[in-house]
């Protein structure tokens, strides 16, 4: 919590992703981190590709 003390819970299926999601980002990492290189790459290639088009 806001005051250092551990919070637990526990969670199944959607709930238990949404955990994990935003443990994700407490940490740090975004869904581009959880891509394989190749993929990532591709997207970045695409990003590249709209920013010169003036699209992004």
Same mark, same amino acid.
Request: net charge positive.
């Given at each position: 919590?806001?005051?250092?003390?551990? =919070? !637990?819970?526990?969670?199944?299926?959607?709930?238990?992703?949404? =955990?994990?999601?935003?443990?994700? #980002?407490?940490?740090? $990492?975004?869904?581009? #981190? #959880?891509?394989?290189?190749?993929?990532?790459?591709?997207?970045?290639? $695409?990003?590249?590709?709209?920013?010169?088009?003036? !699209?992004?």
């Amino acid at each position: 919590d806001v005051s250092g003390n551990v =919070f !637990e819970k526990t969670g199944e299926e959607l709930l238990a992703r949404a =955990f994990l999601h935003e443990t994700d #980002h407490l940490n740090g $990492k975004l869904y581009i #981190h #959880h891509l394989s290189t190749l993929k990532r790459d591709m997207i970045k290639r $695409k990003i590249r590709k709209l920013m010169k088009a003036g !699209e992004w």
